[in-house]
Antibody, heavy 116, light 109 residues
Framework: QVQLVQSGAEVKKPGASVKVSCKASGYTFTRYYMHWVRQAPGQGLEWMGI????????SYAQKFQGRVTMTRDASTSTVYMELSSLRSEDTAVYYCARNSGSFLYWGQGTLVTVSS | EIVLTQSPGTLSLSPGERATLSCRAS???????LAWYQQKPGQAPRLLIY???SRATGIPDRFSGSGSGTDFTLTISRLEPEDFAVYYC??????????FGQGTKVEIK
């Protein structure tokens, strides 16, 4: 069965960076693009970007251009999302989600808290 | 970028009642590539409907989706206690970017 398992919660100070991982299993890793979506406390879903696990190409939401980097390690079937220059407004749950047009499979979410 | 506007923001209903949720797009959604998700507190979103009207695997038939162009609807024919949650629409026809509506909360009256 398809599983997306994300890394654990993080607490970061303003200005720092965070790197969240998403390990895929149960399917051929390189066949499906992967998205990252975040959700601030009490707020809606916000699309951040997408990565092609096969070639590593990416597309980011304009809001995060210059601050987000998505990478992958095909040898471990893992994608990563790194967000830099963190501010309090980046406190959110970050999800990976496998692309099938719509998002059928989601990771469990990683809470990132930005606090001084 | 396609902006999705959901209404109402909150729907207060009783179990057994019918729920009708709306999602309006700022421009036509290509090929009806519109999905609906359900989210409960502390959980990841769950795909209910894709392609505007196709139920995802395992989704009960009390959930149905309809619409095309710029106007889409999610209907829950008879609310069960487990259906009280937040619902999001999403378009994936003109992407990137993929965009979500702001959500409709269905709460117990």
């Amino acid at each position: 069965q398809v599983q997306l398992v994300q890394s654990g919660a993080e607490v970061k100070k303003p200005g720092a960076s965070v790197k969240v991982s998403c390990k895929a299993s149960g399917y051929t890793f390189t066949r499906y693009y992967m998205h990252w979506v975040r959700q601030a406390p009490g707020q809606g879903l916000e699309w951040m970007g997408i990565i092609n696990p096969s070639g590593g190409s990416t597309s980011y939401a304009q809001k995060f251009q210059g601050r987000v980097t998505m990478t992958r390690d095909a040898s471990t079937s893992t994608v990563y999302m790194e967000l830099s220059s963190l501010r309090s407004e980046d406190t959110a749950v970050y999800y990976c989600a496998r692309n099938s047009g719509s998002f059928l499979y989601w990771g469990q979410g990683t809470l990132v808290t930005v606090s001084s | 970028e396609i902006v999705l506007t959901q209404s109402p923001g909150t729907l207060s209903l009783s179990p057994g009642e019918r729920a009708t949720l709306s999602c309006r797009a700022s421009q036509s959604v290509s090929s009806g590539y519109l999905a609906w998700y359900q989210q409960k507190p502390g959980q990841a979103p769950r795909l209910l409907i894709y392609g505007a009207s196709s139920r995802a695997t395992g989704i009960p038939d009390r959930f149905s989706g309809s619409g095309s162009g710029t106007d889409f609807t999610l209907t829950i024919s008879r609310l069960e206690p487990e259906d009280f949650a937040v619902y999001y629409c999403q378009q994936y026809g003109s992407s990137p970017p993929w965009t979500f509506g702001q959500g409709t909360k269905v709460e117990i009256k």
